[in-house]
């Protein structure tokens, strides 16, 4: 699990293809090594990936199909920064909001709009996810634990508003217009929504 608060931007200092699989490596804080082990979670950019080599500074994981596929960890190159958590432990404090890693798909960054002291982001998903985004409610972007300012479900588009602290942590600092983000839709939020609305069928069914 994780909190959905970002502890470093690091940068890829290594990344290796192969068919169906890529190699990568990222260098963390001395911080965020101690303690780490083979086989532990981490969040890179919101997806859930497990250590298979930690040399020094440098930590490696394996990102298989599925997750090329779904996520930007496809594209992910040398010298790119990432927003890393580490896996949370019992008696964290939750900042954000409970993550599990498990992204859900892509969003497209469709406007920008800077102001003088925040920062203002336009992300457009699929359709269908519109259903669990609600205004004021939680979502993960890259990993980032984030609330929803307000939506447009016509164009299946919400904005979000950025602080300059999470600006000067993230990589939401230097995204721009056309660039995608990884997404993880808030469970309860989910629960609730699919729980409703299966209720609701089951009554219209029934009903005379």
């Known amino acids: 699990m994780y909190t959905g608060i970002v502890q470093a931007l690091v940068p ?8 169906g699989l890529k190699t990568y490596a990222v260098e963390l804080p001395e911080a965020l090594v101690t303690g780490l082990k083979l086989g532990a979670s981490v969040s890179i950019d919101g997806v859930c990936q ?4 930690i040399d020094g500074a440098h930590v490696t994981f394996d990102a298989m199909e599925e997750t090329l596929r779904k996520t930007t960890i496809g594209a992910i190159a040398e010298a790119r920064l990432v927003n890393v958590e580490r896996s949370a432990t019992t008696g964290d404090e939750i900042g954000g909001h409970a993550l599990a890693g498990h992204v859900r798909g892509t969003a497209e960054i469709v406007d920008v709009c800077v ?3 925040n ?4 992300f457009r998903v699929p359709e269908a996810w519109m259903n669990y985004i609600l205004p004021q409610g939680f979502i ?5 634990s984030l609330t929803i300012v307000d939506v447009d479900r016509e164009q299946a588009t919400f904005r979000v508003s950025f602080i ?9 600092g230097f995204k721009a217009k056309g660039e995608r ?3 993880e839709i808030d469970s309860r939020t989910q629960i609730i929504v699919d729980t409703v609305e299966r209720v609701l069928a089951q009554m219209a069914i029934k009903l005379p």
């Open 115 to 117: 102001h003088e002291n």
């Open 181 to 183: 983000v990884n997404v």
């Open 164 to 172: 300059p602290e999470t600006l000067k942590r993230t990589t939401f």
């Open 119 to 122: 920062r203002a982001v336009t």
């Open 140 to 144: 993960a972007l890259d990993g980032a």
């Open 12 to 19: 890829v200092v290594r990344v290796e293809s192969k068919p």
């Open 50 to 53: 497990t250590v298979v080599r």
